[in-house]
């Protein structure tokens, strides 16, 4: 979003936007089904799904995008590394689940951060020109 927002003229398509730190958030606003949490954790694909879903819905937009992950500098687990991201768009039709792991030394949160929106907005421009979203 905050990549988006500081474009100027950003709001003549850009109208929501929301930070669900907390699986409860998760749930209320977006719709995250307690199942899905606790089977998968916060952290997974189909949690990703679930939020891009949830946030077209809400939004009553073309398309939602929904990020979750771990940026670090802790939190990460053996299962679930620090940098592990999950980026998902939906249409409310169809969902599109990207995943990043980057190997190697360990990046900054705001590098991990960057690329994820990065990944995002990709996945956006690719399906707003008619592309396959799951490519690249």
Known sequence: AQRITSV?????????????YASAIKRRILGVKPSTLKKYG????????????????????DFGVGITGIAG???GTAEKPVGLVYIALS????????????????????WHRHCAASKALDMVRRYLAGLPVDEA
């Open 73 to 75: 500098p802790g939190g």
């Open 8 to 20: 100027g003229g950003a709001s003549e398509m850009f109208d929501f936007g929301a930070v669900t």
């Open 91 to 110: 249409d409310g039709k169809s969902t599109w689940v990207a995943k990043r792991q980057p190997a190697g030394r360990m990046k900054s949160r705001e």
């Open 42 to 61: 916060a952290v997974s694909s189909v949690t990703a799904a679930e939020m891009a879903f949830g946030i077209q819905r809400e939004a009553k937009a």
